[in-house]
């Protein structure tokens, strides 16, 4: 799972790379293992051990002792304190447990304190309005109430600090995550800063008093790997919630942890993520198509009023209030909601945005090819799927009823292909994949509805 070397200097990881994830750092270069390096070039320095004896940081020399999944590093302080780094690779699993041992060999008592320093490099992807980053990296301080979440502009004027003690502290880098845990009952203090290229969270585990002759421990444990529910639960529980599918503040988990499931199954039976997500997309719209169909009635049932509707304007041109009550007694005395057509469509839109939060979080869709798209997690180079989705919505437009009057509709009919193809060409693939399928679907259901359920003329 985890391919890690420990290093003497720092102390700190000077290799993280994940071996059943893989990735192309530049266009026509090679696939290579996913690293969570804390460098720039990749290569190095994760996961810094800072060590602060009676005030001061001191750079302690270490030595480093190597046994099978055990590594030990010793080393001692110019004040004569002891430091001993016991780090051990769990099996199968994406995680580290560190212990470090302080053991005062002085005369007089002394006081330690350890500070972790996690590190990425910043994100080369900034993203615009109608492009959002690709790459979305933000500093994370877990408290028992909630999580503090810090990206890049939260931390221009300076670190930020945890508003509460932080029992795991981290970075989530979209689809991945580097966290530092401590054991129950234990919190430390948690700062995210950005600068020199890197994004930094340190995590401060606390000061310790040692008499002379007596020892200290602190223990933690590292999780370094993918933003996957169960590979996360392994390591500790509480790390699921980096997970999150909340959009504007609204949860949406209970919805999108079922799409995520089914579409895991999806890719199970054929191998396919493209695939898994068309699957998707056709399971969704079968479920939502009863609210789908009522809408388009009650559209339906509008546009068969209008002409009725027109007369009651050209009788009352001047009145509005007038105009509002006799609209109602027509609503009334033929059994039409003006609701209708909007209230179904406004009962789908939550199952939209956690599908959105579905595939954006998905890290086994990441770098995935789909027949001519290289990547379902970026957008695609030159956006054909964009430019077909808005040739598909404007025969969507075309096709679908509506309440407005000619020369509203005729300007909606080109609007809306346009604006939604801009949007879509700065969207992942896979999720503009969904849309142009869902919307090819929306197709067929409409000229079904449209058979059975009458056109005004």
């Known amino acids: 799972f985890l391919d890690v070397s420990v290093s003497n200097e720092?102390?700190?990881?000077?290799?993280?790379?994940l071996k059943e994830y893989t990735e192309i750092l530049?266009?026509?270069?090679?696939?290579?293992?996913?690293?969570?390096?804390?460098?720039?070039?990749?290569?190095?320095?994760q996961t810094r051990l800072k060590f602060v004896v009676n005030g001061q940081e001191e750079s302690i020399p270490f030595v480093l002792e190597k046994g099978g999944s055990k590594a030990s590093l010793r080393g001692k302080s110019k004040s004569g304190l002891g430091v001993v780094i016991d780090t051990r690779v769990r099996q199968d699993q994406y995680g580290l447990d560190y212990e470090i041992t302080f053991s005062n060999g002085a005369a007089a008592s002394q006081e330690a304190q350890l500070i972790i320093e996690m590190g990425l490099p910043k994100p080369t992807d900034e993203g615009s309005m109608f492009a959002p980053s690709m790459q979305e990296y933000r500093g994370i301080c877990a408290t028992p109430e909630e999580l503090e979440s810090y990206n890049i502009d939260d931390t221009e004027e300076g670190p930020v600090k945890a508003t509460l003690?932080?029992?795991w502290a981290g970075l989530d880098k979209q689809y991945f995550v580097v966290a530092a845990v401590l054991g129950k009952g234990q919190t430390g203090e948690c700062e995210v800063r950005s600068e020199n290229e890197k994004i930094t969270v340190a995590f401060d585990l606390g000061k310790e008093g040692i008499a002379p002759g007596l020892s200290a421990r602190k223990n933690f444990s590292l999780y370094l790997g993918p933003k996957r529910a169960d590979?996360?639960?392994e390591v500790e529980p509480h790390l699921e919630n980096v997970i999150e599918y909340n959009i504007m503040g609204i949860p949406l988990a209970f919805i999108a942890r079922p799409m995520v499931w089914a579409m895991n199954m999806f890719h199970g039976w054929f191998g396919s993520w493209g695939l898994a997500i068309i699957l998707l997309t056709v399971a969704v719209k079968s479920v939502l198509f009863p609210i789908t169909y009522k809408s388009v009635?009650?559209?339906?049932?509008?546009q068969l009023l209008k002409p009725e509707?027109?007369?009651?304007k050209a009788k009352f041109p001047d009145d509005r209030e007038k105009q509002q009550m006799e609209q109602i007694r027509?609503?009334?005395?033929?059994?039409?909601?003006?609701?209708?057509?909007?209230?179904?469509?406004?009962?789908q839109m939550p199952v939209w945005f956690a599908l959105y939060r579905a595939l954006w979080t998905a890290v086994d869709l990441y770098q995935q090819p789909f027949l001519w798209i290289v990547d379902l997690t970026a957008k695609e180079p030159f956006p054909f799927l964009a430019l077909a989705l808005g040739a598909v919505t404007f025969l969507?437009?075309?096709?679908?009823?509506?309440t407005m009057d000619n020369d509203q509709a005729k300007i909606m009919m080109f609007m809306m292909p346009i604006m939604l193809t801009v949007i879509m060409v700065g969207l992942p693939s896979g999720l503009v994949l969904y849309i142009f399928v869902n919307s090819v679907l929306t197709i067929g259901q409409q000229l079904v509805i449209n058979k059975r359920v009458p056109v005004p003329t």
């Not at 026509?28 to 290569?43: F, Y």
């Not at 009635?297 to 509008?302: A, H, I, L, P, T």
């Not at 509707?309 to 009651?312: E, R, Y």
Request: hydrophobic residues 40%; aromatic residues 2%.
């Open 309 to 312: 509707l027109d007369k009651i």
């Open 396 to 402: 969507q437009q075309k096709l679908t009823p509506t």
């Open 165 to 167: 003690p932080t029992i």
């Open 297 to 302: 009635v009650s559209m339906r049932k509008m």
């Open 10 to 17: 720092g102390p700190s990881l000077n290799r993280v790379a």
């Open 330 to 347: 027509i609503f009334k005395e033929k059994g039409v909601n003006p609701l209708g057509g909007c209230l179904p469509m406004l009962l």
């Open 231 to 233: 590979k996360l639960i």
């Open 26 to 45: 530049e266009e026509g270069g090679a696939k290579t293992p996913v690293s969570l390096a804390a460098n720039v070039e990749g290569d190095a320095d």
